[in-house]
Nanobody, 124 residues
Framework: QVQLVESGGGLVQAGGSLRLSCAASERTFSLNTMGWFRQAPGKERDIVASIHWSGNILQYANSVKGRFTISRDNAKKTVYLQMNSLKPEDTAVYYC?????????????????WGQGTQVTVSS
């Protein structure tokens, strides 16, 4: 069974940085694609970024391009989301997700495994 545990969320001022981590209980090799989603209150859960096991980055949401970086360390079974130049509109619960699919679509239903989420709050 795959378990995903996020960490690294918190409160930060606008313009600051945070790094989220997602530790998997199973070899990430078996999860071909890992992604980060976020969900703000009253809004849908949206893709932030996704990455293939090979390290190829599949996508970034337009709203985070140039500010966020997704990466993965298969040896450590961990996926990261480096978030720089944070804005108040980045405030959300951030979820790590994984799938055995190689080219999943950018929607939550394409992912099979989910973490519990970590809160990111950006103050203005």
């Amino acid at each position: 069974q795959v378990q995903l545990v996020e960490s690294g969320g918190g409160l930060v001022q606008a313009g600051g940085s945070l790094r989220l981590s997602c530790a998997a209980s199973e070899r990430t090799f078996s999860l071909n694609t890992m992604g980060w989603f976020r969900q703000a209150p009253g809004k849908e859960r949206d893709i932030v970024a996704s990455i293939h096991w090979s390290g190829n980055i599949l996508q970034y949401a337009n709203s985070v391009k140039g500010r966020f970086t997704i990466s993965r360390d298969n040896a450590k079974k961990t996926v990261y989301l480096q978030m720089n130049s944070l804005k108040p509109e980045d405030t959300a619960v951030y979820y790590c997700a994984g799938t055995h699919g190689t080219v999943p679509g950018p929607t939550p239903r394409e992912y099979d495994y989910w973490g519990q989420g970590t809160q990111v709050t950006v103050s203005s």
